[in-house]
C-alpha cells in the first residue's frame, strides 16, 4: 500500500515569486510518481511524471519536479508563478508492480497566487 | 494529447432518481478506467476500477449495488447512480488509461459531474 502527504494545505504567493509545493510518500515497493493540476469545478490535468532516468523532471506551464529516492519526496517547484497558476495540485503515486496503475492521491495543496 | 470526456457536467435531480454518467476517451482505446468520487476540499476517492469486457472492481466500502459500473467498449465506462439521494451529492471524475503504451502511463481525467440530489 502506499500513502501520498502533502505537506502545506495551502500556499500563497504574490506572482513572479517562485513556489515549492511539496509532497512526500511511504510505499513498500518502487512507484511511479505524477503530478495533477485542477482548476475550479474541473477534471484533472496532468503537470508531469516521473518514470525513470534523471530525477528532475519537467513539465507544462513551466513546472519542474525533483524525485529524491532517499527522502521519498517529489516536490514540484516553479520559478516564478503567474495569476493564471491558482489551483490545486494533487500530488500522486501508482505501484510499478501492478498494470492497472491505480492512483493513491495526497490531500491537495491550493495554490493562490496574489497581484 | 489524449482527451476524456464526461458527460453531463452538472445534473440536479430529485430524490429517488438514477442518474448514468458516461465517460469517453475520445483518441485512445482506454482498456482501464478509473471512478472518483471527490468531496468539497478534499482529495479524490476512487470509487472502482473497470476493464473493458468485466466486471468492475470495487473500492472498500463502495456499494456496488449503488453505483453501477459499466464498461462495454474501448472507448466507454458508465456510472449509473441508482435511487439516488442527497448523501450521494459530489463531484464525480472518471479517468481513463491506455495500458498498450505500456506501464506508467498517466490517467487522463473528465472534467467531472457535479451530482445535486435535492
Known amino acids: 500500500a502506499q500513502s501520498v502527504t502533502q505537506l502545506d494545505s495551502q500556499v500563497p504567493v504574490f506572482e513572479e515569486a517562485p513556489v515549492e509545493l511539496r509532497c512526500n510518500y511511504s510505499?513498500?515497493?518502487?512507484?511511479?510518481l505524477f503530478w495533477y493540476v485542477q482548476y475550479p469545478n474541473q477534471g484533472l490535468q496532468l503537470l508531469l511524471k516521473?518514470?525513470?532516468?534523471?530525477?528532475l523532471v519537467k513539465g507544462i506551464n513551466g513546472f519542474e519536479a525533483e524525485f529524491n529516492k532517499s527522502q521519498t519526496s517529489f516536490h514540484l517547484r516553479k520559478p516564478s508563478v503567474h495569476i493564471s497558476d491558482t489551483a490545486e495540485y494533487f500530488c500522486a503515486v501508482s505501484d510499478r508492480g501492478t498494470s492497472y496503475g491505480k492512483l493513491t492521491f495526497g490531500q491537495g495543496t491550493i495554490l493562490t497566487v496574489h497581484p | 494529447g489524449a482527451v476524456v470526456s464526461q458527460h453531463p457536467s452538472r445534473v440536479i435531480c430529485k430524490s429517488g432518481t438514477s442518474v448514468k454518467i458516461e465517460c469517453r476517451s475520445l483518441?485512445?482505446?482506454?482498456?482501464?478506467m478509473f471512478w472518483y468520487r471527490q468531496f468539497p476540499k478534499q482529495s479524490l476517492m476512487l470509487m472502482a476500477t473497470?476493464?473493458?469486457?468485466?466486471?468492475?472492481?470495487?473500492e472498500q466500502g463502495v456499494e456496488k449495488d449503488k453505483f453501477l459500473i459499466n464498461h462495454a467498449s474501448l472507448t466507454l465506462s458508465t456510472l449509473t447512480v441508482t435511487s439516488a439521494h442527497p448523501e450521494d451529492s459530489s463531484f464525480y471524475i472518471c479517468?481513463?488509461?491506455?495500458?498498450?503504451?505500456?506501464?506508467?502511463?498517466?490517467?487522463?481525467f473528465g472534467d467531472g459531474t457535479r451530482l445535486s440530489i435535492l
Open positions: 510505499s513498500s515497493v518502487s512507484v511511479y
Open positions: 516521473y518514470l525513470s532516468g534523471s530525477t
Open positions: 479517468s481513463a488509461r491506455d495500458l498498450s503504451l505500456g506501464a506508467g502511463q498517466p490517467q487522463h
Open positions: 483518441d485512445f482505446q482506454a482498456t482501464t
Open positions: 473497470s476493464n473493458e469486457g468485466s466486471k468492475a472492481t470495487y
